[in-house]
């Protein structure tokens, strides 16, 4: 079922300089093959056109739709099966803009079971990176070696452990980051309600949050700010990644 979370967004960073911050956002959670039908269903969300809330195929791949995308993904890492649905779970166009750090799809199978999950980072240099993970039958806990340069103070040489739940009244996406030390460096975590994706419910966070997908930018930018003005060094990126799959 197409949701809309409501929740916080927290971050925490514990070395070398401690700072966190936490802010209101937004996400959605829809099936992405029904993207058309609920933008025909709603007054203020659209699929490829403008409106206040929108979700745009260009935002998460070039050429194609998003299932396409996800699909793309699956087979460059010879992951690919054919799934059911694909839930991406991220923060919609407001106004006609977004920028989403991490998109997360949830890939379920003919019998309505969580199979995978691929998350889609993305950076402020417009680079994106995949992770693909396959779902235990008890727990959502996994690890990866960070691949990608996300924040420029922090060093390529670190390990993700993710801490997921299952989507339902409630969401959790928890991601700590550790150096080569197992060092805890880094927390970032979303935790949200469910609500239903309705008109009201859609003009009501609007009118509580118009700007939130230019908070969530600017908010990457000023605690950049904060972070120099605590003179944490900036990591030299010495790797480039390609922009977009074809």
């Not at 996994?142 to 996300?150: A, I, L, P």
């Not at 339902?168 to 994706?197: C, M, P, Q, R, Y």
Request: net charge positive.
């Amino acid at each position: 079922m197409n949701k809309l979370y409501k929740g916080k967004v927290f971050h925490k960073r514990y070395s070398p300089k401690v700072n966190q911050f936490v802010y209101n956002v937004a996400s959605f959670y829809i099936n992405v093959d029904q993207l058309e039908a609920l933008s025909k269903k709603l007054k203020w969300f659209s699929f490829n056109r403008f409106n206040l809330f929108s979700v745009h195929n260009k935002d998460h791949h070039q050429t194609g739709s998003i299932r396409d995308k996800v699909e793309d993904v699956l087979k460059k890492h010879d992951q690919f099966e054919s799934f059911e649905s694909i839930y991406m779970l991220a923060y919609p166009r407001v106004l006609g803009f977004v920028f989403n750090p991490l998109t997360t799809y949830y890939l379920f199978d003919q019998k309505k079971k969580l199979k995978k999950i691929v998350y889609q980072v993305h950076n402020t240099f417009k680079e994106e990176c995949y992770y693909i993970k396959d779902v235990q039958k008890d727990t959502m806990r996994h690890s990866q070696q960070k691949e990608f340069y996300v924040s420029p103070f922090l060093e390529l040489n670190m390990t993700y452990q993710f801490d997921m739940s299952f989507p339902g009244k409630k969401i959790k996406v928890h991601i700590d980051e550790f150096d080569e030390n197992n060092k805890k460096i880094l927390t970032a975590s979303f935790n949200g309600n469910a609500h239903a994706i309705t008109d009201s419910a859609l003009l009501k966070q609007f009118l509580s949050m118009p700007l939130m997908t230019f908070k969530v930018l600017f908010a990457i930018y000023w605690q950049a700010v904060k972070l120099i003005c605590k003179k944490v060094r900036i990591v030299k990126k010495n790797q480039k990644f390609t922009k977009r799959l074809p």
